[in-house]
């Protein structure tokens, strides 16, 4: 008995010696190159559900906005939530105006979006929606212009659509514009939930202390899913590409009924900005995007940048340089607003 024991003893601290001594690898490593993001870096947003909390994964009925007047952070710029649930001014609501009040006031542009249009992991002032207000009322001083932005993490254009009936009475916009990324036909989210190692609480606060456990964890998830058969996340996006998949079907009606709303509602034909870099390696998703939008009576553009740059090697969204390539792109190809030619924006009965 005493030799099992005694292999046990010898076993146990061989393998804690190799553990702490990969463990100080993993830190001293951590320290010239960071293996993960710190926490500094983290985003810290509040929602404010309106519809389908209880549906997570289901991006046709999953519908929230952030908590007005709220505050949190992304990658420590603050985030300021106005009393609509937007990161944006606080705009005056048009409700109630009368059509000359509507036609003296600001030209107002409207600009639906995801992530990228909210300006994640970026400071306010550098998102493009803030550049191209700048920069139009810099060229037109004579017409007073508000830029709004509502753009919320986490939507496809479905979710756009039903944040432009939601809005429209209180901005009733003269131009709106739509900004597009690649993920924004891709409404089913089955499979794309990370999935970690099952674990009880208390072993994972203890593990979770640990820089390689948390390094390698996520490791887990793409074996876990080739073993239970389960799609990774590029594999549900793929699908969601298919002119035919339900995801396409649902993301083209959507950017259908955008266009027919704002064109019968606002007398102008809407924008749509293809957040992107180097479109013509998308191949034929390319093509049937910009065939789906300009088939809905949208006037395509599309930003010329040489290479995409990320806020960082830990956060894919675009950085300062590539919001103002965006906002550069708008700028060319937004008429210069007048108001002799201004059309009055309908109410939404």
């Given at each position: 008995?005493?030799?099992?024991?005694?292999?046990?003893?010898?076993?146990?601290?061989?393998?804690?010696?190799?553990?702490?001594?990969?463990?100080?690898?993993?830190?001293?490593?951590?320290?010239?190159?960071?293996?993960?993001?710190?926490?500094?870096?983290?985003?810290?947003?509040?929602?404010?559900?309106?519809?389908?909390r209880d549906k997570p994964l289901d991006g046709e009925h999953r519908f929230y906005i952030y908590k007005p007047g709220s505050t949190?952070?992304?990658?420590?710029?603050?985030?300021?939530?106005?009393?609509?649930?937007?990161?944006?001014?606080?705009?005056?609501?048009?409700?109630?105006?009368?059509?000359?009040?509507?036609?003296?006031?600001?030209?107002?542009?409207?600009?639906?979006?995801?992530?990228?249009?909210?300006?994640?992991?970026?400071?306010?002032?550098?998102?493009?929606?803030?550049?191209?207000?700048?920069?139009?009322?810099?060229?037109?001083?004579?017409?007073?212009?508000?830029?709004?932005?509502?753009?919320?993490?986490?939507?496809?254009?479905?979710?756009?659509?039903?944040?432009?009936?939601?809005?429209?009475?209180?901005?009733?916009?003269?131009?709106?514009?739509?900004?597009?990324?690649?993920?924004?036909?891709?409404?089913?989210?089955?499979?794309?939930?990370?999935?970690?190692?099952?674990?009880?609480?208390?072993?994972?606060?203890?593990?979770?202390?640990?820089?390689?456990?948390?390094?390698?964890?996520?490791?887990?998830?793409?074996?876990?899913?080739?073993?239970?058969?389960?799609?990774?996340?590029?594999?549900?996006?793929?699908?969601?590409?298919?002119?035919?998949?339900?995801?396409?079907?649902?993301?083209?009606?959507?950017?259908?009924?955008?266009?027919?709303?704002?064109?019968?509602?606002?007398?102008?034909?809407?924008?749509?900005?293809?957040?992107?870099?180097?479109?013509?390696?998308?191949?034929?998703?390319?093509?049937?995007?910009?065939?789906?939008?300009?088939?809905?009576?949208?006037?395509?553009?599309?930003?010329?940048?040489?290479?995409?740059?990320?806020?960082?090697?830990?956060?894919?969204?675009?950085?300062?340089?590539?919001?103002?390539?965006?906002?550069?792109?708008?700028?060319?190809?937004?008429?210069?607003?007048?108001?002799?030619?201004?059309?009055?924006?309908?109410?939404?009965?």
């Amino acid at each position: 008995m005493r030799p099992l024991i005694r292999k046990l003893a010898i076993g146990a601290v061989v393998v804690g010696f190799n553990l702490g001594t990969a463990e100080a690898l993993f830190r001293a490593v951590h320290l010239l190159y960071p293996l993960e993001r710190p926490p500094a870096l983290e985003d810290n947003v509040v929602y404010e559900w309106i519809e389908g909390r209880d549906k997570p994964l289901d991006g046709e009925h999953r519908f929230y906005i952030y908590k007005p007047g709220s505050t949190g952070s992304t990658y420590g710029h603050p985030v300021r939530v106005n009393r609509y649930g937007f990161r944006d001014d606080d705009w005056a609501s048009r409700k109630g105006e009368d059509a000359e009040s509507r036609h003296n006031g600001p030209f107002r542009i409207l600009v639906l979006g995801d992530s990228l249009t909210m300006g994640q992991g970026v400071a306010e002032e550098e998102r493009f929606t803030n550049v191209l207000s700048a920069r139009m009322k810099s060229r037109y001083s004579s017409v007073p212009i508000e830029v709004i932005n509502l753009g919320v993490q986490g939507f496809e254009t479905v979710q756009e659509e039903k944040i432009l009936y939601r809005m429209w009475n209180d901005i009733q916009p003269d131009l709106t514009i739509v900004a597009f990324y690649v993920n924004d036909t891709n409404v089913t989210y089955e499979g794309t939930e990370t999935n970690r190692i099952p674990l009880s609480s208390r072993t994972r606060s203890v593990l979770e202390r640990s820089l390689m456990f948390r390094v390698l964890e996520p490791w887990y998830d793409p074996l876990y899913r080739w073993i239970v058969g389960l799609p990774t996340y590029e594999e549900v996006q793929m699908r969601a590409r298919n002119v035919e998949s339900r995801d396409w079907v649902l993301f083209a009606q959507a950017v259908k009924n955008i266009g027919r709303w704002v064109a019968e509602h606002s007398g102008r034909a809407p924008m749509v900005l293809f957040l992107t870099h180097e479109p013509n390696k998308q191949g034929e998703f390319y093509w049937n995007v910009r065939r789906t939008f300009e088939g809905s009576g949208f006037h395509w553009v599309e930003p010329r940048v040489g290479r995409y740059e990320p806020v960082s090697r830990f956060e894919f969204h675009p950085n300062a340089a590539m919001h103002r390539a965006y906002a550069e792109a708008l700028f060319e190809s937004i008429p210069e607003p007048r108001r002799s030619d201004r059309s009055i924006a309908k109410a939404h009965s």
